[in-house]
C-alpha cells in the first residue's frame, strides 16, 4: 500500500512502521525486564537505626483507602471451591474457577500451598497474592484462629501475571483434622498425589524452626511416585462408570490412558524463626545461612550426618530411600559446594508480638485478620510501611516481625518466579504441553474421577511408611511373625507367632528332658525325642510356604511398586537370615535326639550290669549256701564248747566289756568290797575253817610256800569246829588250787620257774560258832 515513487520516503515508514512493531512487542517484557535488572526486589534497609515499637504512638490506619488497581476481589466461596468431599470422594464443584479458565491457552503457573492445621497457610496464601497481584483480580483465603480447618477442600484464586507468567495459588485443607474419618485422610491423601503432576511449587507451611519427620511425612503424599502408585490400583470398570454417568462418551472416554507429567515440582519449606535470624543489618534474607541449613537437614534425612551411627534419626537405613524419592520426584536446587537438595527453606518471622501504631499482628493470639482489612491489600502494605518500622527488645534489639514477614513475603515470591518450572503433561504417547487453563480442567476433572475409583487405602499408615521408605521395616516385620520370633496381635489377642520362637520352645522342652533323663534312676523317665527333628522340619517347612503366599501378594500391591527393588532385596537377606537360623535349630532338634539316645543307652547299661552283678551273686548263693550253714552249725558249736570248757564265760563277758572296765571296775569293787570273801595271794577266793592246817610242800618243792590268809574270827564265842579230817581235806585242796593257778600264772609271765609265795599261817578260828557260820 506503501507508493512506489518516493522511495526514501517509503524506507522511512518502513523503518518506523518497524520501531512501532517492536516497542509493541516489547512492551509485555519490560515487568520481566524489571525483575531481571533488580528494579522492584526488596531494597536494603538499616533497621538498627529504627525506634523501639515502644516508642510509637497509637494511630488508627485508614484500611479502607485502598488503591482500586491494588484491590482484592473475591466472588465468593463457591466460586473459588474447586474441590469439596462428600463421604470420602472428591467433588469437583461447578462453576469455578476451573470453569471459567478451561478455555484459555496460556501457561500457568500452579503454586500450592499446604500444611498441617493452625500453620498459618492460608494467611501466607492470601499476602502472597498481593505480593504477586499485577491485576485487578485476585483472592482471599479465608483465615482464622480456629481448631478445626476453616479452608474445606481446595480454593483457588483467579490466574494472574507476575513478572510476564501467569500464576494460580491454591490452598489446600490442612491435614490432621481430629474427628475426620480414615476416608476423608484418604481423599485428601489423594487430591495431595493427584496436584504432583500439576503443580509447579509446593509451599509446605510448618510452624517448627527445623525440618523432622513431623514434616517429611506429608511431603510423602506430594510424591509423583505416590500418585503413580495410586492410579495402579484404580478400578477402570468403576472409572467408566463415573464416566457414563457424567455423560461423558466417546474422546473423553479413552482417557484411562495414563497421563503423566514430564518434569517435577519445587519444593519450599516455610519455616518459623524469630525475626532477628531471618534477615541481616539491612533486613535482607540470610540466605548463605539458610542453604547451610538445608544441607544439616538433608544430611540427617538422608543419613551422611554421623555415618558410624547405626540407630536414631542418623541411620542412614532409615530414611534413605525417602531421600531418594524426594531426589526423583523435586525439582533439584544447587547449592555452591555442588552439592544438590531437592528443596528450599524459606522462613518466615513468628507473628507473636503487638506491635506498631495498630498492635494488630499477634496473630498467635487472635485472627491474623479479616476480608474487610485484607482488602485492598492494605495489611500487606501496612507491614512494609514506617508504622512497623521498629525494633522489639527481642534478644538484645529485632527488627519487628511485620516488616520482616513483608521483606520475607516479597524475597519469596521473586525466588519463585526465579525457579518454579513449567510443567509439562502428556497425555498416553502424546506430545508434552505445558499446562494451560483448557488443561489444567481436564486434568483435575479426569484425575479425581481416577482418584475416586482407587478406593479406600488399604493402610493409611503403612501408606505413610512406605512413602518414607520404610517398606523395608513393614516387610520385616510381617516375615518375623511367620518365620521369626514376633507374635502377631489383634489388641490383646494373639493371632500367629513366629515360628522360630515355636521351635525355641520345642527345643527347650526337648533340653529339659534330657536334663530329666540325667537325673532320673528309673529309663522309663526317658523320653523318646525321634519326633523332634521331622517336627521341626514340617513346621518350617509349613510356615515357609505361608509365608511365600503372604510374600507374592505384598509384593503385587501397587502402592509398593516405587520401593519394589530395594524392599525385595532387603526381603531377600532377612528370609536368607532366618533359615540359616533354621539349619541351626534343626541341627541341634538332631543333636537333642542323639543325646537323649545316649542318655538312654547309658542307663541301659547300668540297668544290663546291676541286673548281671544280681544274677551273678545269686548263683552263687544258690551254689553255696549250705556250706555257709554248716559252717555257722559248727562254729557255734566250737564256741560253745570252748565257753564250757574254760569257764570262763563271765571273763568272756567282763572282755566284751573291757571298753567300759573302769567304770565296771569301779561298779563291781564298790559293791563287792564290803562282802567279798578273804582271797589267796593268787586271787583265789578263800574261806575260814576251824582246824584247818597249813599246807607244808616237801623239801626240795620247787613251789615255794603259800603263805596262809590270815582270816579274822568273828566276834563272839565259838561252840562248833570241823573235823579234823573234813579240815585236812579242805586244806588240801586249797593247796591244789592254789598249785593250779600258780602254774596258770607261771605260763602267762613266762617265767621258767615261778617261786611261789609263802603262805601266811591261818589264823585260829574263833570258836565252833564261826566255825559253824563258816
Not at 496460556?106 to 500444611?115: D, L, R
Not at 519449606?269 to 541481616?280: G, H, K, M, N, Q
Not at 534419626?313 to 555452591?336: I, P, Q, R, Y
Request: aromatic share 8%.
Amino acid at each position: 500500500s506503501i507508493p512506489s515513487g518516493n522511495w526514501h520516503f517509503n524506507l522511512v515508514l518502513l523503518q518506523r512502521e518497524w520501531q512501532i512493531r517492536m516497542v509493541h512487542r516489547a512492551i509485555p517484557l519490560l515487568p520481566l525486564l524489571a525483575i531481571l535488572i533488580g528494579a522492584d526486589r526488596p531494597q536494603p534497609q538499616e533497621w538498627r537505626s529504627w525506634q523501639k515499637c515502644s516508642e510509637l504512638e497509637n494511630q488508627k490506619h485508614p484500611w479502607h483507602e485502598g488503591t482500586p488497581e491494588r484491590q482484592l476481589r473475591s466472588k465468593g466461596e463457591d466460586f473459588h471451591k474447586l474441590i469439596s468431599f462428600d463421604n470420602g470422594k472428591l467433588v469437583v464443584n461447578e462453576d469455578t474457577v476451573l470453569h471459567e479458565i478451561k478455555e484459555t491457552t496460556e501457561p500457568i503457573n500452579v503454586i500450592v500451598v499446604y500444611g498441617h492445621l493452625r500453620t498459618g497457610k492460608s494467611t501466607v496464601a492470601s499476602l502472597m497474592s498481593c505480593a504477586m497481584i499485577d491485576s485487578k483480580e485476585g483472592m482471599f483465603f479465608p483465615a482464622r484462629k480456629s481448631e478445626d480447618s476453616v479452608t474445606d477442600g481446595l480454593w483457588a484464586s483467579m490466574p494472574f501475571m507476575f513478572g510476564g507468567k501467569q500464576y494460580m495459588i491454591m490452598d489446600l485443607q490442612g491435614l490432621g483434622e481430629s474427628g475426620e474419618s480414615k476416608a476423608h485422610e484418604d481423599a485428601l491423601t489423594k487430591m495431595i498425589a493427584m496436584l504432583s503432576e500439576v503443580a509447579s511449587v509446593f509451599m509446605y507451611v510448618t510452624q517448627n524452626p527445623r525440618l523432622s519427620d513431623f514434616e517429611y511425612i506429608p511431603v510423602g503424599h506430594a510424591l509423583q511416585d505416590t500418585r503413580d502408585n495410586l492410579i495402579t490400583r484404580f478400578n477402570e470398570d468403576e472409572f467408566r462408570k463415573a464416566q457414563e454417568l457424567r455423560g461423558k462418551k466417546g474422546q473423553e472416554e479413552l482417557k484411562t490412558e495414563k497421563v503423566k507429567s514430564t518434569n517435577h515440582a519445587a519444593l519450599v519449606f516455610l519455616t518459623r524463626e524469630d525475626a532477628y535470624e531471618i534477615v541481616d543489618d539491612h533486613l535482607m534474607f540470610k540466605e548463605a545461612d539458610y542453604d547451610a541449613k538445608a544441607q544439616r537437614s538433608w544430611n540427617k534425612l538422608y543419613g551422611l550426618e554421623d555415618s558410624s551411627k547405626t540407630g536414631g534419626d542418623n541411620d542412614v537405613k532409615k530414611h534413605h530411600h525417602f531421600a531418594e524419592l524426594m531426589l526423583t520426584n523435586f525439582m533439584n536446587h544447587s547449592l555452591g559446594d555442588q552439592s544438590t537438595l531437592p528443596f528450599r527453606i524459606l522462613p518466615l518471622p513468628a507473628m507473636s508480638e503487638s506491635v506498631g501504631t495498630l498492635g494488630e499482628y499477634n496473630w498467635r493470639a487472635g485472627d491474623p485478620f479479616t476480608q474487610e482489612i485484607h482488602e485492598n491489600c492494605q495489611l500487606y502494605d501496612h507491614m512494609g510501611g514506617r508504622d512497623v518500622q521498629c525494633k522489639v527488645p527481642t534478644n538484645g534489639g529485632s527488627p519487628a516481625p511485620p516488616a520482616v514477614y513483608r521483606a520475607m513475603l516479597d524475597t519469596l515470591v521473586y525466588k519463585i518466579h526465579d525457579f518454579a518450572p513449567q510443567r509439562e503433561l502428556s497425555w498416553g504417547q502424546g506430545q508434552a504441553l505445558p499446562i494451560t487453563g483448557q488443561t489444567l480442567y481436564e486434568f483435575i476433572d479426569y484425575g479425581v474421577e481416577q482418584m475416586n475409583a482407587v478406593g479406600p487405602l488399604p493402610e493409611t499408615e503403612l501408606w505413610r511408611k512406605i512413602m518414607e521408605g520404610a517398606c523395608t521395616e513393614v516387610i520385616h516385620e510381617k516375615m518375623s511373625w511367620y518365620l521369626g520370633r514376633e507374635k502377631e496381635k489383634n489388641g490383646e489377642k494373639t493371632i500367629r507367632v513366629g515360628i522360630l520362637k515355636q521351635i525355641d520352645d520345642d527345643l527347650t522342652e526337648a533340653q529339659n528332658k534330657i536334663d530329666k533323663c540325667k537325673k532320673a534312676e528309673d529309663i522309663k523317665e526317658c523320653e523318646d525325642l525321634t519326633y523332634l527333628a521331622p517336627k521341626v522340619k514340617d513346621r518350617w517347612t509349613q510356615r515357609r510356604e505361608e509365608w511365600d503366599e503372604v510374600e507374592a501378594y505384598f509384593f503385587t500391591q501397587p502402592q509398593y511398586k516405587a520401593v519394589y527393588n530395594d524392599c525385595l532385596r532387603n526381603a531377600s537377606e532377612r528370609k536368607s537370615q532366618y533359615h540359616t537360623e533354621y539349619g541351626e535349630k534343626y541341627q541341634r532338634a538332631i543333636s537333642a535326639f542323639n543325646d537323649m539316645k545316649s542318655k538312654k543307652q547309658e542307663k541301659e547299661i547300668l540297668a544290663l550290669e546291676d541286673k548281671l552283678k544280681k544274677a551273678e551273686f545269686d548263683a552263687w548263693w544258690e551254689k553255696n549256701w549250705w556250706r555257709l550253714m554248716l559252717c555257722a552249725v559248727i562254729g557255734m558249736v566250737v564256741l560253745i564248747y570252748v565257753c564250757r570248757f574254760t569257764g570262763q564265760v563271765h571273763k568272756c563277758v567282763s572282755l566284751a566289756c573291757s571298753p567300759c572296765g573302769v567304770i565296771c571296775g569301779y561298779l563291781l569293787g564298790s559293791s563287792v568290797a564290803r562282802n567279798a570273801r578273804p582271797r589267796a595271794p593268787s586271787g583265789l577266793e578263800m574261806q575260814s575253817r576251824s582246824g584247818v592246817q597249813p599246807y607244808l610242800p616237801p623239801t626240795g618243792s620247787a613251789l615255794a610256800p603259800v603263805a596262809p590268809i590270815p582270816f579274822a574270827a568273828p566276834p563272839g564265842p565259838t561252840s562248833y569246829e570241823l573235823p579234823t579230817e573234813t579240815q585236812q581235806r579242805l586244806a588240801n585242796l586249797e593247796v591244789m588250787m592254789m598249785k593250779m593257778h600258780a602254774n596258770v600264772e607261771a605260763g602267762e609271765g613266762g617265767g621258767p620257774n615261778p617261786q611261789p609265795a609263802a603262805p601266811s599261817q591261818p589264823s585260829q578260828p574263833a570258836g565252833p560258832v564261826a566255825a559253824e557260820k563258816k
